[in-house]
């Protein structure tokens, strides 16, 4: 059996030594080679009866060092599991353990040494002695007049209007590449597409008002539209809104539909269509239910700031002491591609902090008992399976999602995602339960300087 030893070697930092004697190995070793001898199969030989003298010469070397370590490494995690070290990442092996000294034609006493990184006990802070705060953010009167347009539209009726008329006029065209003439060009760019007359130039809405189906105008790219517009379009025509020669071309552009929604009146009849069973009558009650509607969305944004408050608050004013020699180690040589002393230097503070989170985060979830259960998990994934496709893209049959989501609760990474956001979910509750913020009105304009200061700050 291995002889261990630990001592310490730093702050939470402790070595230990691991000792095998030849009778730990090389029993080991030699039934390894009896198996090799068995199941060899080389030339000039029958199998099974190769010499041992062969086998030893050709394998022996690999299977002693092979049989070495995995005694050492049998050693150190049995210590682990009895000492019931609570460690940081995985043991690091020392500079001076040398494998390649090992001699099968000379068995020893081998000793290899490890560091580890022990986890620090310490104590959450009393929110209630933290000054924090919780916005109530007040729903401004105009942001309720353009939801209440915009449902207007949404549920409004499409019509196809003879001629343009309206900024509001939706109008399906086909742009192909020509010359200043309007004579379109062999090879050139094809494309269709959907506008409001409103996205052009007011100079160019002229030409097109009064303009009917199956009608044709000249544009040039650079003055038929203001720079907004202009640049997505330029882009979907595959061209560069950078490049002024390609801002300098002419389209040909072919009138081929023309649309308006007609906005839907004020009247029970609308009303019910939105808010279904909620009995609305009267315009006045249909602005209220909007304004709540509109209120329970930005109470989560409100949530979502107080949650990083309250992220903040438990950094900040919880003390962890940390083995930083160690973690500086580990993150040199413990990632997939070692890393400078400059690199670490510069990484550690975010590093500290995400790994300070984790064992705040750990702890909560332990003293609180928080578990997620498989049903929970489920009803994520279909939860992001419905917000994924969206009320357009599940109508008719939904007998698929069930097999969809049996499918997608067998993938690992998904399951490991729907975990991830349930426990951070539950542990954000459990804090907040545990806090007393003052309650402050605020606007939505402060409200967002609010978090870009919030973000600049923490960034």
């Known amino acids: 059996m291995a002889t261990v030893t630990r001592e310490n070697i730093g702050v939470l930092n402790d070595k230990i030594t691991v000792t095998v004697s030849k009778e730990d190995y090389f029993p080991p ?25 062969v086998i030893k010469k050709m394998h022996g070397p690999a299977v002693y060092t092979e049989e070495v370590l995995r005694s050492i490494e049998k050693g150190l995690v049995d210590y682990l599991d009895q000492e019931k070290l609570d460690i940081f990442a995985q043991p690091l092996p020392a500079a001076d353990n040398d494998p390649g000294s090992l001699d099968m034609n000379n068995p020893a006493e081998y000793s290899f040494h490890f560091e580890v990184g022990l986890k620090p006990s310490f104590e959450l802070p009393d929110l209630n002695t933290i000054p924090l705060k919780r916005y109530k953010i007040e729903v401004p009167a105009e942001m309720v007049d353009e939801e209440l347009e915009r449902l207007k539209v ?78 997505w379009l330029v882009s979907d025509l595959g061209l560069d809104k950078n490049n002024a020669a390609d801002l300098e071309k002419y389209f040909k552009v072919t009138i081929t539909k ?109 003293e609180n008992q928080l578990e997620v259960l498989p049903d929970e998990i489920r009803d994520q994934i279909t939860r992001e399976v419905l917000g994924y496709f969206g009320a357009s893209g599940l109508q008719g049959d939904m007998s698929w999602i069930d097999s969809y989501v049996d499918r997608l609760t067998k993938d690992q990474q998904q399951v490991e995602n729907a975990y991830r956001k349930l426990i951070s979910e539950k542990v954000f509750n459990q804090i907040e339960s545990k806090a007393t913020p003052a309650e402050q009105s605020i606007s939505l304009d402060d409200f967002k300087k609010l978090q870009e200061e919030h973000q600049h700050h923490h960034h």
């Open 258 to 366: 023309i649309g308006l929604v007609e906005k839907r009146e004020l009247n029970e009849e609308f009303y019910e269509e939105v808010y279904p069973g909620k009995e609305i009558k009267t315009e006045e009650d249909f602005r209220n239910a909007i304004k709540a509607d509109i209120e329970k969305a930005l109470n989560e944004q409100s949530r979502n700031h107080f949650h990083h408050e309250l992220y903040h608050a438990l950094l900040d004013n919880t003390a962890i002491e940390f083995p930083e020699s160690f973690l500086k180690k580990w993150m040199e040589k413990g990632g997939e591609q070692a890393k400078t002393a400059e690199q670490i230097e510069e990484e550690f503070p975010t590093f500290k902090n995400q790994l300070k989170w984790t064992l705040i985060s750990d702890k909560i979830v332990k």
């Open 29 to 53: 070793f030699e039934k390894a080679l009896k198996q090799y001898a068995k199941s060899a199969n080389i030339p000039g030989f029958r199998k099974g009866m190769v010499p041992s003298g």
């Open 154 to 231: 949404r549920h409004g009726k499409m019509t196809e209007p003879e001629t343009i008329a309206t900024d509001e006029d939706v109008l399906n065209v086909k742009f192909e590449e020509s010359d200043a003439e309007g004579n379109v060009i062999e090879n050139g760019i094809s494309k269709d597409n959907s506008l409001l007359l409103k996205y052009f130039s007011a100079s160019f809405k002229e030409q097109l008002t009064g303009k009917k189906k199956d009608e044709s105008v000249v544009l040039q790219l650079s003055s038929a539209f203001d720079d907004k517009e202009r640049d």
